[in-house]
């Protein structure tokens, strides 16, 4: 029996099917070689500072037949008390999701004890995150260098150009597994009877300045079609969104905007199939999950160029705009406004067939057996 300890901050005990840190939820479903089993030791608040309903708090509490999590309350979270909780799991694996945490990334790479230590960047180390609050990060990884954890560790990046920023922060020597993010993916959605004119557009995300829902409201105050646009997704940071209201309000007659709130990743294949095309403009993702599974469900995706997913007008599945270029993006709103049912439908099978194309699962579970199952040198 293999056991890997997952640190992670948040992870939210309602979702069966998924997750506020979708990656980790989709690896838990769907990668389970035999012998293997997950411990997740995270926060009982959720992202949002709320304390969980609903959950046992301090102890292990099963997730699936092959994971447990131990949602810690504020009190249990001492040095002590971490290290005798993920301690005594005796982890073969130590999977720290993440870079910035105290209680959960620091804490436990310094106090528990596990043959393989391994430090999940999770698209922390990007040009675009490390702009955000950047002093206070510059002064953490200089820490973690005066340290030495780096040579200490291994290192996860979900892709080559991750492992290059993990080379670029912590030198060539760093040790790094590739293993891409394990998608959901969704059945395809023919597209319905789309009409010129008009579109009926979808972000499904975290509200912050890194996802650039702001710069959506901005291109529609120029769009020239009849545009209905639905916002979906917890608020991460509340002045963010208060400038989001005071552009929706200053928008013109022909655009429509709803912010729904949260949704149960259970019910975001039923959210787009109501939609025609997915939108998210972000200054950086590491993956994108809500990308991936937008594309897998036929739904041409408006993103910038600092994500996974590029070259999508070549495919037919998209447009990639710059990531501050507002011109570019109300051209790629417009763009697909105009078009009727026949044309678009040529969009949403490409869409489709692009998401097929990216997601192999035989090659991906063969990176987490290099990892997981592997005895690294």
């Given at each position: 029996?293999?056991?890997?300890?997952?640190c992670?901050?948040w992870f939210?005990?309602?979702?069966?099917?998924?997750?506020?840190?979708?990656?980790?939820?989709?690896?838990?479903?769907?990668y389970?070689?035999?012998?293997?089993?997950?411990?997740?030791?995270?926060?009982?608040?959720d992202l949002d500072?709320?304390?969980?309903?609903?959950v046992?708090?301090?102890?292990?509490?099963?997730?699936?037949?092959?994971?447990?999590v131990?949602?810690?309350?504020k009190a249990?979270l001492?040095?002590?008390l971490?290290?005798?909780?993920?301690g005594?799991?005796?982890?073969?694996?130590?999977?720290v999701?993440?870079?910035?945490?105290?209680?959960?990334?620091?804490l436990?790479?310094?106090?528990v004890k596990?043959?393989?230590?391994i430090?999940?960047?999770?698209g922390m180390?990007?040009?675009?995150?490390?702009?955000?609050?950047s002093?206070?990060?510059?002064?953490?990884?200089?820490?973690?260098?005066?340290?030495?954890?780096?040579?200490r560790y291994f290192?996860?990046?979900t892709?080559a150009?991750e492992?290059?920023?993990?080379?670029?922060?912590?030198?060539?020597?760093a040790r790094?597994?590739?293993?891409?993010?394990?998608?959901r993916?969704?059945?395809?959605?023919?597209?319905?009877?789309?009409?010129?004119?008009?579109?009926?557009?979808?972000s499904i995300a975290l509200i912050?300045?890194?996802?650039?829902?702001?710069l959506?409201?901005d291109?529609?105050?120029?769009c020239?079609?009849?545009?209905?646009?639905s916002?979906?997704?917890?608020?991460?940071?509340e002045?963010?969104?208060?400038?989001?209201?005071?552009?929706i309000k200053?928008?013109?007659?022909?655009?429509?905007?709803?912010?729904h709130?949260?949704?149960?990743?259970?019910?975001?294949?039923?959210?787009?199939?109501?939609?025609e095309v997915?939108?998210l403009?972000?200054?950086?993702?590491n993956f994108?999950h809500?990308?991936?599974?937008?594309?897998?469900?036929?739904?041409?995706?408006?993103?910038s160029?600092h994500?996974?997913?590029n070259?999508?007008?070549?495919?037919?599945?998209?447009?990639?705009?710059?990531?501050?270029?507002?011109e570019?993006?109300?051209?790629?709103?417009?763009?697909?406004?105009?078009?009727?049912?026949?044309?678009?439908a040529?969009?949403?099978?490409?869409?489709?067939?692009?998401?097929?194309?990216?997601?192999?699962?035989q090659?991906?579970?063969?990176?987490?057996?290099?990892?997981?199952?592997?005895?690294?040198?």
């Amino acid at each position: 029996m293999i056991t890997v300890c997952i640190c992670i901050d948040w992870f939210h005990p309602a979702y069966k099917a998924g997750g506020p840190l979708q990656s980790i939820a989709n690896l838990v479903q769907q990668y389970r070689p035999e012998g293997i089993q997950y411990k997740i030791c995270c926060s009982n608040a959720d992202l949002d500072g709320s304390i969980n309903a609903g959950v046992p708090f301090d102890q292990w509490v099963p997730y699936n037949q092959y994971t447990e999590v131990w949602y810690g309350s504020k009190a249990s979270l001492s040095a002590k008390l971490i290290r005798e909780t993920i301690g005594a799991c005796k982890p073969d694996i130590l999977f720290v999701i993440g870079i910035y945490s105290w209680n959960f990334n620091l804490l436990p790479l310094l106090l528990v004890k596990a043959p393989l230590k391994i430090i999940s960047v999770r698209g922390m180390l990007h040009a675009g995150a490390l702009s955000q609050k950047s002093l206070k990060k510059k002064i953490y990884l200089a820490i973690w260098k005066l340290a030495g954890i780096h040579r200490r560790y291994f290192f996860h990046a979900t892709d080559a150009v991750e492992k290059g920023f993990i080379e670029q922060n912590f030198g060539k020597q760093a040790r790094v597994f590739v293993a891409g993010n394990i998608p959901r993916v969704f059945a395809f959605q023919p597209a319905g009877n789309k009409k010129a004119g008009t579109l009926r557009l979808v972000s499904i995300a975290l509200i912050s300045p890194m996802k650039n829902i702001a710069l959506v409201l901005d291109a529609l105050q120029h769009c020239k079609h009849e545009i209905e646009y639905s916002i979906y997704g917890p608020v991460k940071e509340e002045v963010y969104w208060q400038q989001c209201e005071a552009k929706i309000k200053w928008l013109p007659s022909n655009i429509s905007v709803t912010y729904h709130g949260d949704v149960i990743p259970t019910q975001i294949e039923n959210t787009l199939r109501t939609h025609e095309v997915f939108i998210l403009p972000s200054k950086s993702e590491n993956f994108g999950h809500a990308i991936a599974e937008a594309l897998s469900a036929g739904k041409p995706v408006i993103t910038s160029q600092h994500t996974p997913f590029n070259e999508l007008e070549q495919a037919k599945a998209g447009k990639n705009i710059g990531v501050e270029n507002l011109e570019e993006l109300t051209a790629a709103i417009d763009f697909f406004a105009a078009m009727d049912a026949n044309e678009f439908a040529g969009w949403n099978k490409g869409a489709n067939e692009c998401a097929n194309k990216r997601m192999d699962m035989q090659a991906l579970k063969g990176e987490y057996d290099a990892m997981f199952l592997s005895k690294p040198v």
